[in-house]
């Protein structure tokens, strides 16, 4: 079956770094488009970025483009996101998906930026 693993999730200060990755199994990853969803307390799943099968094209909400960069290892089978100068907004539990909804995410990862 599907298995979607994160991890690199923390406590960092604003403007700090942190790189999330995503162990996928169960199905054809290096086929799939792959996507990082977030979801804020209280707030409901935002897509934050989007990655081609072959990692050629990539994707980024507003809100995060030019700080987060999305990244994949076909041959690990693992999705990654590299997130640079982080904000206090950026404070979510992190999943990595197999659609654009969040429908197939894993169990997620805590984010939390705070001084």
């Known amino acids: 079956q599907v298995q979607l693993v994160e991890s690199g999730g923390g406590l960092v200060q604003p403007g700090g770094s942190l790189r999330l990755s995503c162990a996928a199994s169960?199905?054809?990853?290096?086929?799939?488009?792959m996507y990082w969803v977030r979801q804020a307390p209280g707030k409901g799943l935002e897509w934050v970025s989007t990655?081609?099968?072959?990692?050629?094209?990539?994707d980024y909400a507003d809100s995060v483009k030019g700080r987060f960069t999305i990244s994949r290892a076909n041959d690990k089978n693992t999705l990654y996101l590299e997130m640079n100068s982080l904000k206090s907004e950026d404070t979510a539990v992190y999943y990595c998906?197999?659609?654009?909804?969040?429908?197939?995410r894993g169990q997620g990862t805590q984010v939390t930026v705070s001084s």
């Open positions: 998906a197999k659609d654009i909804q969040g429908g197939v």
């Open positions: 169960g199905f054809a990853f290096s086929g799939e488009w």
């Open positions: 990655i081609t099968p072959l990692g050629t094209g990539t």
